[in-house]
């Protein structure tokens, strides 16, 4: 059984920065796509940053160029780096992944919360102005 970790979500100030970071166990396939959604009060699940077992990686538009999703190779540690954060970053951040032995990430436009199967809990972060 898959299992997703989130760590590191907390409270800062706009402009801020923060570090998330989601381990993963029970996932035992080479080829994966992992990554990052927020969702924000009243609104769907975004889906943000995502990092295949090749390195390659796909980035939502609003969080392009202020956060950077980076991994621990071959111990399936995923980060979230944010920086510059803005009030509107303000949400529950997911890790998930999708399912088992599927090593390609949808596109930018594509980052749909469907296309995942494992999820984390949670975790929250408030950006405040």
């Known amino acids: 059984q898959v299992q997703l970790v989130e760590s590191g979500g907390g409270s800062v100030q706009a402009g801020g920065s923060l570090r998330l970071s989601c381990q993963a166990s029970g996932y035992t396939y080479r080829s994966y796509c992992m990554g990052w959604f927020r969702q924000a009060p009243g609104k769907e699940r975004e889906g943000l940053a995502f990092?295949?077992?090749?390195?390659?990686?796909t980035y939502a538009d609003s969080v392009k160029g202020r956060f950077t999703i980076s991994q621990d190779n071959g111990k399936y540690t995923l980060y979230l780096q944010m920086s510059s954060l803005k009030p509107e970053d303000t949400g529950i951040y997911y890790c998930?992944?999708?399912?088992?032995?599927?090593?390609?990430?949808?596109?930018?436009?594509?980052?749909?919360?469907?296309?995942?199967?494992?999820w984390g809990q949670g975790t929250q972060v408030t950006v405040s102005s």
């Open positions: 990092i295949n077992n090749r390195g390659t990686t």
């Open positions: 998930a992944v999708r399912p088992p032995g599927v090593g390609w990430c949808p596109a930018a436009s594509e980052l749909k919360p469907r296309y995942f199967d494992y």
